[in-house]
């Protein structure tokens, strides 16, 4: 199991002054903004919205009241739940008195944030795990629902070490699904896709914390500077394999957004994968760029500093609502050359066609679930046919945007062929004025498979990604 071992010491400080101050204040109104309570009222949103879990979080903890150790307790909660949701369900349905699945969501998300701690916390207390979970659906739902919730959890503790799982050799799918918490449709398709031995490193990687990363703003300052400021913080990281000015952090405690390597502009937080995309479309100084689905923006910098703050970009994003965020990190970063716009990728048009049309088009997202382990529960198989069909559309529309001799680059964040290869395949044979110009030119050539840029989380340990670099010859 998922055992959180570099979390351990903060979240069991943090679990004992949570509990203590539970205990003392179990009559009181602070109860319900503890920790663990709003962890569940998090949860509570997260299933009955489209909201994105990290906009939750981050909105709770803006409204409470938490220190360092509770906003990471807090964290690893509700990732933790969300990511191993369907491990924690087969053992409650197991225990349940009654149906399990007909249970209000309030109810069972209580039960699941306890089990989490039980199963993958270690070093927390039985009675920190449990209690304050009883204590909620007390509180919502009365005595005898809790009662309930206390027997079933307390029944798991002392069984857990004879849970029985299925069988793999009896149903692979639905073994797998059970053991690393996904819905049957991802396993199915990775099993095709990957084969049984990938498929299997796939769904472990995927579930595994992703470490920060962080990409220098090189128009600002050096890699070097950096590397010395946080071996000043005691921050341990190591440099990216695949790009010599990532630094990955190994230390989850350090807050990169209240350092001042990130408030004067001299980092982003930005996934290697992301920054690989960029590499290949190779800007230069002084280019007319559209960035056609740009927000929140972490490509549009990258090419804004590679062309060393000169040319001009435009950021395009669909949504005006967006568009701030491309403008508010561009002013972080002192990059001057981009300029914002609204429209849509599908349709837009320019007057002058540009030497680089950049579509980071929008995707299934399949690539990034271990940073983002919500999309393995709010997305369906059908959305990758759908997307891939808007994907295509905005390819088409490029067509238009760019000029002889210039490139498109398609990018997305998944691993899915219908986002990807089979894209690329569809464009060349609809636009035969467009080549590919093999990846391996400009990326190193372990990232490269059939002329594209193309990660995987178990063979790379960055974000699974794609791209094309397409040039138009007439």
């Not at 759908?386 to 490029?398: C, F, G, R, T, Y």
Request: with cysteine; proline share 4%.
């Amino acid at each position: 199991m998922d055992n959180n071992n570099n979390l351990e010491e903060k979240v069991t400080e943090s679990n004992d002054k949570s509990n203590n101050n539970s205990e003392n204040n179990k009559i009181g109104s602070d109860f319900m903004q503890g920790v663990r309570p709003t962890a569940i009222k998090i949860l509570n949103r997260f299933e009955r919205s489209d909201s994105y879990v990290e906009k939750l979080i981050d909105k709770a903890i803006k409204e409470g009241n938490f220190n360092e150790m509770d906003k990471a307790l807090l964290t690893e909660l509700v990732y933790g739940v969300i990511r191993w949701k369907a491990k924690l369900d087969y053992v409650l349905v197991g225990f349940y008195f009654g149906d399990y699945l007909k249970c209000l969501n309030v109810v069972k998300n209580a039960m699941r944030i306890a089990l989490y701690q039980i199963m993958f916390l270690d070093r927390v207390p039985l009675y920190a795990a449990v209690n304050e979970s009883v204590e909620y659906v007390k509180r919502i739902q009365g005595e005898k629902t809790a009662g309930i919730v206390n027997a079933v959890l307390r029944n798991i503790a002392r069984n857990i070490d004879n849970i029985r799982y299925p069988e793999r050799e009896e149903d692979l799918v639905y073994h797998l699904a059970v053991m690393y918490s996904y819905p049957r449709w991802i396993v199915k398709r990775w099993l095709e896709y990957f084969g049984e031995t990938n498929a299997e490193k796939m769904l472990f990687t995927s579930n595994r914390k992703p470490y920060i990363t962080l990409r220098v703003n090189t128009y600002k300052t050096t890699t070097e500077y950096v590397e010395n400021e946080l071996k000043k913080l005691n921050v341990p990281f190591f440099v990216s394999p695949y790009y010599s000015n990532s630094l990955v952090l190994r230390n989850p405690r350090f807050n990169v957004t209240a350092s001042d390597l990130f408030t004067q502009g001299y980092v982003t937080i930005q996934d290697t994968s992301a920054t690989l995309a960029v590499l290949l479309a190779n800007p230069k100084p002084g280019q007319l760029v559209y960035d056609l689905c740009a927000a929140p923006g972490g490509k549009s910098f990258v090419l804004s500093e590679l062309m060393q703050n000169t040319g001009k970009i435009i950021a395009v994003d669909k949504y005006p609502s967006k568009l701030r965020f491309i403008e508010e990190g561009a002013q972080r970063l002192g990059l001057s050359n981009i300029e914002i716009q609204s429209g849509d990728a599908m349709n837009i048009k320019f007057d002058e066609p540009a030497d680089i049309v950049f579509l980071d088009v929008p995707c299934s997202g399949l690539g990034t679930i271990a940073k983002n382990p919500d999309i393995k529960w709010k997305r369906e198989r059908e959305d990758i046919y759908k997307l891939a069909e808007i994907q295509k559309k905005i390819l088409a529309n490029a067509v238009q945007n760019v000029k002889v001799g210039g490139v498109i680059v398609y990018s997305t964040c998944t691993t899915e062929p219908e986002e990807n290869e089979q894209n690329i395949k569809w464009f060349l044979n609809e636009f035969p004025n467009f080549r590919l110009d093999p990846a391996e030119k400009y990326i190193q050539e372990k990232l490269c498979e059939q002329g594209f840029l193309k990660t995987l989380p178990f063979k790379h340990y960055i974000d699974g990604a794609f791209a094309a670099r397409l040039i138009r010859m007439e």
